[in-house]
């Protein structure tokens, strides 16, 4: 994979949300791009293969398991990380049964995301 | 050096046996404390005292298997053994202690040909497995209580990888309500039999990984863990004292002081915040380690690989013993402090609390 | 007035199962996710709780008081709701956040695994393989979760009144059924049952309101409450924290009075009737006095269900006096709440006895609470509250109206469901003296086996090198003798040894 920056892709309908992951992780030296709108998320998704996902679950329009679905389809090497204030057991297993890396409930701080994202890469660098 | 009263057992005289028995008291109040090991604490610290690593491990795996025989009855009376994981944890770790005690003994014998220093090779081995777990293990849990505040549980990415690995065959364990593949229960069976043959520390991955990898609620995992440790224990020592290292005096003057320890610490459990336990339990090893690193150049003299004046041999043992026993010392105090001032604000809760109720 | 918890896990046939019996019943509806939010809502990080039982982790500290806070929000809520009017609760174990509440119909829905598999393709659009992995793991999380938050097994029909196979009769024809069921006065509210639900919902709202607080969200807090009686109890590690919990507590409205106390243990006090004199009673005091326990009575009663109206306010035939009297009236309130409340008759009322002891062992500051068990021995189960640590479990005097012989084989029996529900030593009172006290014989056990390590001790040291070439084995032979000795010797010291060390501690008060 050589030196090429690790590329995220966040979505989250609450623009703080997004914001404040873009800041935190682009200090990481990661290469991140935001969205709000879950269809302008999967259209992007379409257009280029990230090696990571970070999703909320629910969203007006696309929700977040569409969204895992798609990304996964465009490339299953892509690590889909799901974050959601309304995090139950199903949802997290249904999220985890249809392939997601791993499932983060809010609230939560910056560092653990970025601890999922460290496993994440070390998984993709494999 | 120490005399040595026969073969490999040294010369006791009243200080020193004190001192070992001193060494089971801080060991005890440790292990009843933090709920496993102690024996990081008990096995270096004999190896101060001049006893060869091997005898040491030896001495400290006999003691071991009688507490835990002691504390096993108790926890399979409530029915928090999962007999069957225990069982198969444990023909695992019997290989693993095999290895353990064959490295040991023969390491034990290539030092005495080259005439240098009694046992320096196994002495060496045993202290750099020491030094390389067990300050690993201080690392990450020292990392862990800074990094989250204590926030979440123990990092557990490893444990994380492990227990997704679901390859068959997956054996289903009706106590503990959990499926583990086969795999992972030998790689954890090894390695807990190994750490417990070499050093004589087997609780510190087995209770972790039963929680963490295996998914066994915490009452169970104690449970099998002592039920483990006991056979472990009877395996270990057997396998010790077949080729003549085990000191029977050692083992009856640690259990002088563990015994007394042991429920000094479990009290203390009630009294003092996980945080600080976790605190204490990896400033505690931390200091081990660094004590145990100190001795490994004397040890490497006696082997011929360095030189230096013999001066220093004293020092090195002298500042390792000392770090060993602050490590141990400032454990003990931080914990009975606690006790005490637990105690001391009870009883003045109590008695205001008579004093307002009675008005 | 009633309440119906229906366990049905993640099933969506279970969910309409429960909205149509609401409907039927007409009972207001309320799901495991609609409590989620409102806890969600009120700042319970809800989220951590669910995904520590999915990924199998083990709770923090700080996330077992954030568990702390979300069973007492969890119970608020359906106290609430109960209180207000009859309620259908669906999700997962609904019941076990009202212990003690014998009224409460506990359902379980079943759907064999091929159905469910079938039902979450359509419903997930997921494929077959997937689907399967699916219910087959979200089942284990649940009870997962079920465990983490009340330290009960969570998987099994055990533990409720009914258990609806919707795989094999249809969501209407097993509404109708229940709805049938649901009629049998053993499932109806009874005075009592408002008393339990009332008291559950005050201990509730003081938990919530001392996780709240920035004095003492840090610390860990057991409640009880009766009658406005509100009994807190913490751990001495949490003391620091916990000296605030009576201010905290005083500000809370319905709260009459308040006992605030450090345990260290909880000790469960069973027996048939009390009395604030004599040996047992001295025992507890003794014992509680040793191990810094909070004690908690249960008196055992023969609980006729459904009571009438007349007799629940008292405590069966005529054992004390015919008044009702409030339970709590002597003593002072302190928290500024005047007792312009007409006393709310407490769950003894009729029993001097216990008002008594009450007094009692509050005067020696020795936290106290009560509460009743039937002395049906299979309901045993759901009226205790399993997330309790007690560490001993005292049977006094039980089934006096019996005879001897009955007596003596139902005690033996409810020692040993106690035995199996509480999982700590259940003792009789005798015993208890004994554990406490130590006595002549206690002395000359001592004694006896100090003679005994230290004759050991003296072999071992006067023959040192004796027992050295002994253990330095050079032939077959000496070695199994040497392996055989050790295995024999070692354990048989240790308990010697064992058995002293704990003795001479005890003399000293650790324990």
Redesign the interface.
Known sequence: MGDRRVQILILDDEEIVGKRLKTALEKSDYEVEIFQDSRDAVARITEKEFDIVVTDIRMEEVDG?KVLEHALERSARTKVIII???????V???A???GAFD?????FKP??LREVIV?AIRELRF | MPNFLFQDFIVLDFWTAAQVALLGFIGGVLSGFIGSGGAFFMTPGMMNLGVPGVVAVGSNISHKFGKALMGSRKHGEMGNVDTKLGIFLLLTSFIGIRLAVWINTTLFGVADTHGGGKGAAADLYISLVFVCILSAVAISMLRDIVASRGDEGPSRRIADFLGRMRLSPVIIFPVADVKVSLWVLSIVGLATGYLAGTIGVGGFIGVPAMIYVFGVPTAVATGTELFLATFMGAFGALNYVVEGFVDLRLVVLLYFGSLVGIYVGTYGTRMVKEIVIRLVTSVVILLCVVSRAIAIPVYLRQLGFVDFDEVWVGRLNGASKGMLFVAGASGVVVIIFNVVSAFRRQASIRRRLAETTGA | MQLVCISRGEQEKGKRFAQQLAAKLTHECLSQEEVAEIAIREGVAVGKLETAAVKKHQLSERQVLEKEHYQALFTRVLCERALKGSLVFHGRAGHLAVPGLSSVLRIRTEIDTETRVEEVMSRLSLDRARAKVYVENVDEDISRWIRTIYNVSGSGALGHDLVVNLGRVDVGGATTATCAFAQLPEFQTTPASIKVLEDLLLAARVRIALARDKRTWAAGFRVQADAGHVTVSYLPRDSAVGRHASEVVAEIPGVMEKTCAMVASNILWVQDRFQATGATFEAIVKAARHWHSAVEFVKLTHDPTPPSPETTDGDGAGTAASKPLPLFTTRKVDGGIEEDVAPVPGRFTADGELREIFGELNARGIAASASRLPDDLRRIQTAIDQTIPYSLVVVGDVFLDQGQAARVRKQRELVGRLADVVKAPVVNAEDLGQMVHTGWVDYAKMVALAGVVAAMFLVIFNHQEEVLRFFSPATIGAKIAAAAVLLVFVPLFAAAYGTLAKAVLKVFHVE
């Not at chain 1, 959601?84 to 199903?90: K, L, M, R, S």
């Not at chain 1, 499932?103 to 609230?107: H, N």
């Open positions: 398991m959601t204030g309304y995090a139950t057991v199903e997290a297993r249904e985890l049964t249809r499932f983060i409930a809010k609230p560092n653990d496993r």
